[in-house]
């Protein structure tokens, strides 16, 4: 592989992982926040952003900018955060 290809890989899931982390800080501002009432807006933005997101890491895995396992677990990461957010939602509702 040359250093031009490898470049572009790096560059391309450097480029994922920030759109990543931008979404990880939606999320946490919501659990952070959690003493407001749940927001539909914020939940449509927010499943707006996680499928838009999937949307590039599929186009860069076909690309061969970003091995798939590679983009998988971003996407695995940001499930994790958001399954979180729903269980303290769900926990707080309860009380």
């Known amino acids: 592989m040359t250093g031009d290809a490898i470049n572009y ?3 391309a899931y ?3 992982q920030a759109d990543a982390d931008k ?5 946490r501002v ?3 926040n959690l ?3 749940q927001c539909p ?6 499943d707006t952003q996680m499928f838009g997101l999937s949307r590039e890491i599929d186009f860069a895995v076909r690309l061969g900018l970003v091995d798939e396992k590679k983009g998988k677990a971003l996407l ?3 499930e994790r955060e958001l399954s979180a957010l729903h269980e303290a939602v769900t ?5």
């Open 91 to 95: 926990k707080k509702r309860v009380r």
């Open 23 to 27: 979404i990880i800080k939606l999320i």
């Open 9 to 11: 890989r790096e560059k």
């Open 35 to 37: 003493t407001m009432p």
């Open 41 to 46: 807006l914020y939940e449509e933005v927010l």
């Open 30 to 32: 919501q659990l952070d």
């Open 14 to 16: 450097a480029l994922l």
């Open 76 to 78: 695995d990461r940001l």
